[in-house]
């Protein structure tokens, strides 16, 4: 079986998806998503010339809301579900560099 | 319609030969809707901390986002107004992780924008091109603790949510600015524009209007962009003027000094007057982008793009060029651009319709009439106290007081009436004929240095003449007298 | 037998049974195997006595108390209840309690129906058995020793055991169907948009569908029509009521055509396969017509929905990062916190799919894999289309076999699966399809057949559905 997915690309990959995987399970895991990735090249069978993709099941266009103020939620209550909160707003540690 | 690169007189002399600046600005823009782009939570300003968030504000688990009519509405206006193509359009989810954004994705138009391929034109004539205006979500707002309030050195952040999900248009200019001039141009104008359509109240301080400029320079002459930093925390006009300026030069003594501009994020610094490296883009991000599957596809429809054009405003440029075309003068005068910033141009277009003097309604609405309700004033009263001027009933001087007057009045005075009752009766012509010939007779030495061809002259002359009419004379009207004694009348 | 919902609903609204009553009844059945079982994560003992009595100050006051009146539902636990814990059956929401009702759940409250309990499901409704749960996996009441199916197991489990007439699932691939048939139940998942998701946790939100379980067809009709029909909350809700479906069962078949799906012959266990031939004798005795259809594409469904779910799961998933809600693991900094908080909140199965989510979308492998599999999902709808040229509904097993042994499957997440081939290309597709309950196999265990139909096309796959139940009397 030919290797789909290295160990720097599987590393980059729990990284972009914000899993801090201890080395094991992150090799398991690789070799996992080599097998599936291997079994899911079946596809490449397939003539997809020119095919549309498809991302929705039943096709709908502007669907609209009336700008129209409704209902909120109480902070109490919101707030009382966070891990930390401080002054009425969601605290964090520090964060470790500005958004993109 | 692309616009052209325009040729600028900002130029950058290097030691190794003069350098052009190139500048795009990207534009957030907040729309002035009453609600989110996703959900029902109130869209305002300045509310006690996440106090304007629901469901789909918070991104909770089961929330689903159904996009706000008017939001759609409103970035029309402005691709209208941007001169932009209004198309179909759909929606993507950028991915990535910070806490500021509740479902560590941003709902934002990707490569189906809803507005494309438009042009803005500056007060100075140029058109710079705009690539695309499309709607997306903003995020909440992080309150750095400790560290001065800045997001290096900081204990911990707390996160406000109210702002999340507010509607944005992200306005994307093409690289066609050339001056730092030109691009705070470009900005107060896109402003006007926003205010004219009533899309955003656009205010960079509050941050409802949100500018990042993308910099970089080339050797005059070159055809290939350098590469560029965008340049963040711009937050007012004065700012993106002076961060584009020093960018600039930073990248041509890099440049010239052997080192080369490396493509990255950087942060005005207003206190050191210096741009910053915020982050690098040299491991690109990876965003993931694919078509938010909670949302469809937007097609307005010619009916309803139709019927937003149908019920656009006057767009400050199309208010420049009717003023110009009434008063008679160049659309690109500044005196022109002035009037319409301030929003008098309804009022002098219509005093010169009513039949005042074009040259002198201009004049007063560029400098005698930024104050407090001049946009009262009733445009035939306007109208009547420039003829009175003309007609020399009235001096420049006071005209004006008349003119406060009857700003002060409520706009709705008859000028002739406040001149009376502030004395400035009117001198007539044989009157005033009378004192020039008095004051040629009482200063002789200077009628003869007059006649002799010295203009400086007759300054002596009409001050003697004002002197003696207590300032009631109109200067111009002297002038004309003694120059019609001169030539023999 | 026991009663059926709408023999119960019909009991309470006539005021010869009460709703407390109904409800005492179904706790009494919890209380006596849900150790057992673990079909439940919470078992709503005291909200359900006082919704009963709500119902029945309601019979006593002469008001109408709803179609559903003290029926009892359970509810999976990936639909957000008010000031109720909804887990996902996830250490990563343990303890979250949502600030709003799902719309079905609204919809259940304003037809009488009392919510009995959460039920337990595969972590964030990813896997084929209950195994995958946080909390410790469902029993299939018909042999303990076995999964009941999944991701709804504890639906499917709780409606077989008696535990409650009526539940509500979710199906991305198969969730609803393949539980309904390895516990012998009735399973539905609607047209894709038929019933609103707004309150439900995506899993992956253009395939995730809510659906109904129950022990007869009738009785999941009559939960579709409650909880179906427009909702303004989703923007992917169809337009208009959901069409009448109870009226219409006794409709029969006869005329109706009906193809056997080819494809869906391979790989599937040869008692489960002769249940299927039964089902086509007993279609064919009533009027309908059979025969073959191919359609080719769906031998590539299992490919097309292993990149797009995980895609989508991928960034659905990515808000759980210890900021708002749920778990936080502490770090010295946001992003650490978040990767630490994600690493220990989520299982492996979990990660795995995010994992395969974030790396068929990621740059330079988006064409090769999430674009692809976009395409190959049109292929299968045109496949399905053409199918549908020449047949009102389709016919194949539910799941390729009985229900299986705990820890038959973890070991390899492929073979895992496999279990959901039957039942991937509707979700796909967006079709509606159901697992009706069809005898049992060599083992004595349940087996269910799927009836597919297209888009909308809920009411003849009823009708289909009520001459099989008739059959099988
Ligand atoms: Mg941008
Ligand atoms: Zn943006």
């Keep these: 079986m030919t290797e789909r997915i290295s160990a720097a690309a599987a590393a980059h990959v729990a990284k972009l998806a914000r899993l801090q995987l201890a080395p094991s399970e992150l090799a398991q895991v690789t070799s996992q998503l080599d097998a599936m990735l291997d079994h899911f090249h079946d596809i490449d069978a397939l003539d997809l010339d020119g095919i549309e993709p498809m991302t929705q099941p039943y096709p709908l266009v502007n669907v609209l809301r009336d700008d129209v103020v409704g209902p909120v939620l109480d902070r109490v209550e919101v707030l009382a579900e966070a891990p930390s909160a401080v002054d009425h707003r969601f605290g964090v540690p520090p964060i470790p560099g500005e958004a993109p | ?489 | 037998m026991t009663a059926t919902a709408l023999q119960l609903a019909a009991a309470v609204r006539e005021g010869r049974r009460t709703a407390l009553d109904v409800v005492e009844e179904h706790l009494d059945r919890i209380a006596a195997r849900e150790g057992e079982l673990h079909a439940f994560n919470l078992v709503l003992v005291d909200q359900a006595r006082a919704a009963a009595l709500a119902v029945d100050e309601k019979v006593a006051a002469g008001v109408d108390p709803g179609p559903l009146a003290g029926v009892p539902v359970a509810l999976k636990d990936n639909l957000c209840t008010r000031g109720i814990a909804t887990t996902c059956s996830s250490r990563i929401l343990d303890g979250w309690h949502p600030p709003y009702d799902a719309t079905v759940v609204q919809r259940l409250a304003a037809a009488g129906a009392v919510v009995i309990g959460k039920t337990n499901l595969d972590e964030f409704a990813m896997g084929s058995s209950t195994e995958n749960s946080a909390f410790g996996p469902t029993r299939n009441p018909h042999d303990p020793t076995r999964v009941p199916g999944g991701s709804s197991g504890g639906s499917a489990a709780a409606v077989a055991a008696g535990f409650a007439p009526l539940a509500l699932g979710s199906d991305t691939g198969g969730s609803i169907r393949q539980p309904a048939a390895l516990c012998g139940v009735v399973g539905v998942k609607p047209t894709y948009g038929a019933v609103s998701r707004y309150g439900l946790i995506a899993f992956a939100s253009s395939l995730d569908q809510i659906g109904p379980f129950a022990a007869t067809v009738a009785d999941a009709a009559a939960l579709l029509e409650v909880i179906g029909g427009h909702d303004a909350r989703d923007s992917t809700s169809i337009p208009g009521p959901m069409a009448p479906i109870s009226a219409r069962l006794g409709d029969g078949v006869e005329g109706l055509r009906v193809g056997v799906i080819a494809e869906l012959r391979e790989g599937i266990a040869p008692d489960v396969l002769a249940r299927v031939d039964a089902a086509v004798v007993a279609l064919t005795k009533a009027g309908a017509i059979v025969d073959e259809v191919h359609i080719p594409a769906v031998t590539y469904g299992l490919t097309a929905y292993y990149l797009i779910a995980p895609a989508e799961a991928s960034s659905n998933l990515a808000r759980y990062d210890g900021v708002r809600y749920g778990l936080r693991v502490d770090a010295p900094d946001t992003e650490q916190m978040m990767a630490a908080t994600r690493a220990a909140g989520f299982g492996p199965e979990v990660k795995r799919r995010i994992m395969l989510g974030v790396y068929a979308l990621s740059a330079g492998y988006y064409d090769a894999y999430y674009g692809k599999a976009l395409k190959v999902r049109r292929l299968m709808a045109q496949d399905f289309d053409a199918a549908y040229q020449r047949f009102d509904l389709l016919l194949s097993p539910t799941a390729p076999t009985t229900a299986f042994r705990l820890g038959d499957k973890t070991a390899d997440p492929l073979t895992m699966y496999l279990s959901d081939v039957c039942t991937i290309p509707s979700n796909l597709v967006g079709h509606p399809a159901m697992s009706v309950p069809f005898g049992v196999g060599t083992d004595g265990l349940p087996v269910g057949v799927q009836l597919l139909a297209p888009t909308l096309g809920e009411v003849t796959m009823f009708r289909a559905a009520a001459v099989l139940e008739e059959a099988m009397r």
């Design chain 2, 1 to 489: 319609m692309n616009a052209v690169d325009t040729h600028s007189d900002y130029l950058i002399e290097g030691r190794t030969g003069t350098w052009e600046l190139v500048v795009g600005l990207e534009v957030h823009v907040e729309l002035a809707t009453a609600t989110k782009l996703f959900s029902g939570a109130p869209n305002h300003f300045g509310d006690e901390p996440n106090t304007n968030i629901d469901p789909v504000t918070l991104g909770l688990p089961g929330s689903l986002p159904v996009l706000n009519r008017q939001a759609v509405e409103l970035a029309i206006r402005i691709g209208l107004a941007l001169n932009c193509e209004i198309r179909p359009s759909t929606f993507h989810r950028k991915n990535y992780f910070y806490p500021d954004m509740p479902k560590d994705y941003q709902v934002s138009q990707y490569d189906q924008p809803i507005c494309s391929d438009g042009w803005l034109e500056l007060p100075s004539g140029t058109r710079i091109g705009v690539e695309r205006a499309h709607l997306e979500e903003d995020t909440g707002k992080s309150t750095h603790q400790g560290g001065d309030g800045r997001i290096h050195g900081s204990v911990g952040s707390l996160i406000d949510y109210n702002r999340a999900g507010v509607p944005l248009v992200e306005i994307v200019g093409r690289p066609h600015l050339r001056s730092p001039d030109d691009a705070r141009s470009y900005v107060l104008e896109l402003r006007a524009i926003l205010l004219a359509v009533e899309a955003s109240d656009a205010k960079m301080e509050e941050g409802s209007m949100r500018v990042d400029a993308n910099v970089s320079v080339r050797r005059v002459g070159d055809t290939e962009l350098g590469k560029r930093c965008e340049i963040k925390n711009l937050n007012s006009v004065r700012s993106l003027g002076r961060a584009i300026d020093y960018e600039a030069h930073r990248q041509v003594d890099l440049i010239e000094a052997g080192e080369r501009v490396r493509q990255e994020t950087r942060h005005w610094d207003e206190g050191d007057g210096r741009t910053h490296t915020l982050r690098s883009k040299e491991d690109a991000d990876d965003y993931r982008y694919f078509l938010e599957p909670d949302l469809v596809p937007l097609d307005p429809g010619a009916e309803w793009i139709e019927a937003v054009r149908a019920a656009m405003p006057l767009l400050p440029r199309e208010r420049r060029s009717r003023l110009a075309t009434a008063a008679g003068v160049e659309v690109t005068s500044p005196a022109v651009a002035i009037v319409v910033e301030r929003g008098l141009d309804d009022l002098a277009v219509a005093a010169i319709e009513a039949g005042g003097d074009a040259g002198r309604v201009l004049v007063h609405a560029e400098h005698n009439l930024a104050v407090e309700g001049a946009e009262a004033l009733r445009p035939a009263a306007l109208a009547g106290l420039t003829r009175l001027e003309v007609g020399g009933q009235l001096t420049a001087t006071q005209a004006k007081a008349v003119l406060t007057d009857l700003v002060t009045g409520g706009g709705d005075g008859d000028p002739a009436a406040i001149a009376a009752a502030k004395g400035f009766e009117a001198m007539d012509a044989s009157a005033l004929a009378t004192m020039v010939d008095e004051a040629i007779a009482a200063q002789a030495g200077a009628w003869a240095k007059y006649l002799a061809g010295d203009e400086k002259a007759a300054g002596a002359l009409v001050g003697s003449v004002m002197k003696a009419t207590k300032g009631k004379a109109d200067g111009k009207a002297v002038t004309a007298l003694l120059q019609a004694r001169r030539a023999g009348g």
